[in-house]
C-alpha cells in the first residue's frame, strides 16, 4: 500500500502573544509571553530561540541584572531565576499565590515584585527567600527602583506608591487619575512618567512627589513607558501604539511602526538601540535612537486547532489568541493575518478565495471578504464555545459546547440557532450536502439531520470513550474518533456502529476521509494513522512515543495531499511514498541501514532523526560530544525492520548538563555503524 509521509512546514509555529523584553547588551536579550514561553537572541533580534521555562502559565515580566543573572515572574505566583543567562531556570516562591505583574532588582541581591493583591514583595539575597510589604492599595502592575532606597510602584485607579526607604514604607501619591497605571519609569534627577488605560500619561517633575496629566493623543492603553535618555522616552501599547517624547514627557507624538500588532514591553539597551515586543509574536527594533523601526522574525510557537484548504495551494489555520494563518502557496510560506480578537479560534472555513469565516472560544465568529487581508468580528450569537463547522455551497453548521448548534444559507449573512435533543458538547460535525449531516460529540452522543437542521435526530454511536470529531464519505460510511485509540465506525449512517481499537491508547482529536476508501486520524504523542479499507484497519504513518505534542485537526484537499495541526504551532503536511507491509506497524519497510540527518539542525528545543533498519535486532542509538565521550543513550532495545522516527529535547538531556556545540549521534546494529553530526543552541 502506498504510505503517507508527513513533514513539518517551516516556520513550525511562529506566534505567540510577548509580554516582556529585556536586553543586557545591544545583541542579547529575552522576551517572555503567554503559555511560559521565553525566547532568547544573542545577535541583537536576527534569531531567537526557545528556553525551557517548565512552566505552562503566563509570563508577564523578565529582568536581567547582567548577562548571566535574570528574573521572569507570571500568573499564579511564578517565579523564575536563571544563573547561566537562561540556560537553566529555577521555579522561586514568595509565598503568594497571586498572579505577579513586574520585577525589577536594583543588584542581584535586591529585588522587588508587584502584582495582585496588596503586597509588596521583597528579597535581598537574590530571591532565595521574600519578605512581604503589606501596602493601603491593591493589584499592581509596575515597580521601578532608581537606587536602592528610592523606588515608585502604579497600579489600579490610578494607584502611585513612593518609598525611600528600600520598601520598608510606602506612601501613597495622589496621580489625578483614576485610569489603571500600566507602567512606570523614573530618569534620576529628571522626570519620572506613568503611563496607563485610557492613553492616560502623568509626569512628575519632583520625585514622584506631585503629578500632572499630560495628553498622549490617543484613547488606547498604553502599557510600558521607557527612557532612552533624560529627554527621550517612548511609550507603547495597544494597537500598535508607539508615542515618543523628546522633552523629557512634557508632550508626545504618535510613531509609525511595521506593525498593527498590541505592544507590551520595551528595552534599550543603549541610546541607540531599541526593542520592542508584543502580541502575535511582534518584535520591532530601532538602531538609530527610535527613529525608525523594523519589524524582526522569531520562531514561535502556539497551538493550532483547525484547518481548511479551498484548493491545492490556499489554506488557513486557526489556534489560540485568535492566531490566523494563511497560506497561498501550499504551505511553503504561512503569513499571520490578525483576527480581530483574542479569543481562541476552533474551525474554520473558506468559501472561495476571498470570503471565509473562522469559529471559536465563547460563541467568537470572525469574518472576512478580502481574502484574510482583513477580519470582522461578528456579534456572537450564543456565548458557548464553537468547536467545528462544516460547509457545502454558501449553506453551513457550526456546532460547540452544551448542544449549541448555529446555521447560515447564505455565507454568514444570517443565522438560525438550532436547538437539537442534546445538551451534550458536541465536538465534530460532517455534511455530505446541504441537508443530510452529522454531529457527534460527548461521551456517545450522535445526530443526524436529513433537512440541513430543521430538525435534529439523536442516537449514539455506541458505548465507549469521549468522542473528538466526526467524518463520513457517504450516506452511509462513518467514522468516529474517540479517546482511548478508538474510532467507532458505522456502514449504515449511524444506526449501528462497531467500535475499533487501533491499537494505540492515544487520544483521537481530528479524522478525515480523503476518499470513499482512504482516512486519516490524528491525535496526542504526534500520532497520524492512516487506513485504506474505510476505517477497518489503521497504520501508523507518524508516531514520537512520549511526546506531547498534540496533533488536532487533519484536513485532505485531495486525496495525497493534506495537512494536521495541533501543539507548538505543528503544521504538517503529506507525501505519499514507497510501498509498505499492512502488516508491520509502525514504520515503512527499510530497503537498507541508514541514518538522516537530524531536522532542524542546529536545533533548540528539539529535533528529529530518522533512521532504517534492514532486519530486526537489538539497537542503539548514542549522543557523543566532540571528545568522543558518551553524553546520552537515546535508544537501547529490541527493534523490527522498519524506519522510525526519534524525538530528541533538551528536557530529555537536561541531567546531562549539556551546553551549546557540536555532538555526534550514532546508530548501530550488529555490525552496522553510522554517525552523522548535530548542533545544539542554547
Request: negative net charge; proline residues 3%; contains cysteine.
Amino acid at each position: 500500500m502506498p504510505h503517507v509521509w508527513w513533514y513539518f512546514q517551516h516556520p513550525r509555529g511562529n506566534l505567540t502573544h510577548f509580554r516582556s523584553v529585556h536586553f543586557t547588551d545591544n545583541n542579547i536579550g529575552w522576551v517572555v509571553g503567554v503559555y511560559g514561553n521565553i525566547y532568547k537572541t544573542t545577535d541583537a533580534g536576527d534569531n531567537w530561540f526557545p528556553q525551557v521555562s517548565s512552566t505552562s502559565v503566563n509570563l508577564n515580566d523578565v529582568y536581567f541584572v547582567n548577562s548571566s543573572t535574570g528574573f521572569c515572574v507570571g500568573d499564579d505566583s511564578v517565579i523564575l531565576k536563571t544563573t547561566n543567562s537562561g540556560l537553566n531556570w529555577n521555579h522561586l516562591t514568595a509565598g503568594t499565590s497571586a498572579d505577579l505583574k513586574s520585577v525589577f532588582f536594583v543588584n542581584s541581591s535586591l529585588g522587588f515584585i508587584v502584582g495582585a493583591g496588596n503586597f509588596i514583595f521583597k528579597t535581598t539575597n537574590g530571591g532565595i527567600s521574600w519578605n512581604s510589604k503589606e501596602v493601603p492599595v491593591s493589584d499592581l502592575s509596575d515597580i521601578q527602583f532608581v537606587d536602592s532606597n528610592f523606588g515608585i510602584a502604579v497600579g489600579a485607579d490610578g494607584s502611585v506608591l513612593k518609598t525611600t526607604n528600600s520598601g520598608e514604607d510606602w506612601v501613597v501619591k495622589q496621580s489625578g487619575t483614576t485610569s489603571l497605571l500600566r507602567g512606570i519609569n523614573i530618569v534620576p534627577g529628571y522626570q519620572s512618567v506613568a503611563v496607563g488605560d485610557n492613553g492616560t500619561i502623568i509626569r512628575s517633575a519632583d520625585n514622584g512627589e506631585t503629578w500632572t496629566s499630560v495628553s498622549s493623543g490617543v484613547s488606547n492603553y498604553i502599557d510600558k513607558v521607557l527612557f532612552s535618555n533624560n529627554l527621550k522616552g517612548f511609550a507603547v501599547g495597544g494597537w500598535n501604539t508607539m508615542l515618543k517624547t523628546t522633552n523629557g514627557g512634557i508632550s508626545w507624538n504618535s510613531m509609525s511602526i511595521p506593525t498593527g500588532a498590541p505592544l507590551a514591553g520595551i528595552s534599550f539597551p543603549s541610546p541607540e538601540t531599541g526593542y520592542v515586543a508584543g502580541a502575535e509574536g511582534t518584535i520591532v527594533r530601532t538602531t538609530d535612537g527610535g527613529n525608525n523601526w523594523n519589524l524582526l522574525e522569531a520562531n514561535i510557537k502556539i497551538t493550532l486547532y483547525g484547518v481548511h484548504f479551498s484548493d491545492l495551494q490556499k489554506g488557513v489555520a486557526v489556534g489560540d489568541f485568535g492566531t490566523i494563518l494563511r497560506t497561498i502557496n501550499g504551505g511553503l510560506k504561512w503569513n499571520y493575518q490578525y483576527s480581530g480578537t483574542d479569543y481562541q479560534l476552533r474551525c474554520v472555513h473558506f468559501f472561495d478565495d476571498f470570503d471565509g469565516m473562522a469559529f471559536g472560544e465563547k460563541g467568537t465568529i470572525v469574518k472576512t471578504s478580502d481574502g484574510g487581508n482583513s477580519w470582522q468580528v461578528i456579534p456572537p450569537l450564543l456565548i458557548e464555545d464553537l468547536y467545528d463547522c462544516s460547509f457545502h455551497g454558501d449553506a453551513g453548521t457550526v456546532i460547540g459546547a452544551d448542544g449549541s448548534i448555529i446555521r447560515t444559507t447564505n455565507r454568514g449573512n444570517d443565522w438560525t440557532i438550532q436547538v437539537p435533543e442534546t445538551d451534550a458538547d458536541l465536538r465534530g460535525i460532517c455534511f455530505i450536502d446541504t441537508n443530510i449531516g452529522y454531529a457527534a460529540g460527548g461521551a456517545s452522543t450522535f445526530i443526524k439531520t436529513t433537512d440541513g437542521g430543521t430538525n435534529w435526530i439523536l442516537s449514539g454511536c455506541g458505548e465507549g470513550p469521549k468522542v473528538n470529531a466526526v467524518s463520513f464519505s457517504d450516506l452511509n460510511n462513518g467514522l468516529v474518533a474517540r479517546d482511548s485509540g478508538i474510532i467507532a465506525k458505522t456502514t449504515d449512517g449511524g444506526i449501528t456502529w462497531t467500535q475499533i481499537n487501533t491499537g494505540y491508547t492515544n487520544n483521537l482529536y481530528g479524522i478525515h476521509f480523503n476518499s470513499p476508501t482512504d482516512a486519516a486520524v490524528v491525535g496526542t504523542g504526534h500520532l497520524i494513522l492512516i487506513s485504506t479499507d474505510a476505517g477497518i484497519n489503521w497504520y501508523v504513518s507518524s508516531y514520537t512515543q512520549g511526546s506531547e505534542e498534540i496533533l488536532f485537526d487533519v484536513y485532505f484537499v485531495a486525496k495525497d495531499y493534506g495537512f494536521a495541526v495541533g501543539s507548538d504551532g505543528i503544521i504538517m503536511k503529506s507525501e505519499v511514498g514507497v510501498d509498505v507491509n499492512p502488516n508491520d506497524i509502525g514504520a515503512e519497510i527499510a530497503k537498507q541501514f541508514s541514518l538522516s540527518q537530524n531536522y532542524p539542525n542546529p536545533f533548540n528545543p528539539e529535533t528529529f532523526i530518522v533512521y532504517s533498519l534492514e532486519f530486526s535486532g537489538h539497537v542503539s542509538l548514542k549522543l557523543y560530544d566532540v571528545l568522543g565521550n558518551e553524553v546520552a543513550t537515546l535508544v537501547n532495545e529490541e527493534k523490527q525492520a522498519g524506519t522510525y522516527n526519534y524525538q530528541l529535547s533538551v528536557r530529555q538531556l537536561t541531567d546531562y548538563q549539556i551546553n551549546s556545540g557540536v555532538y555526534f549521534y550514532q546508530l548501530r546494529t550488529g555490525s552496522l555503524v553510522e554517525t552523522k553530526k548535530m548542533i545544539l543552541l542554547k
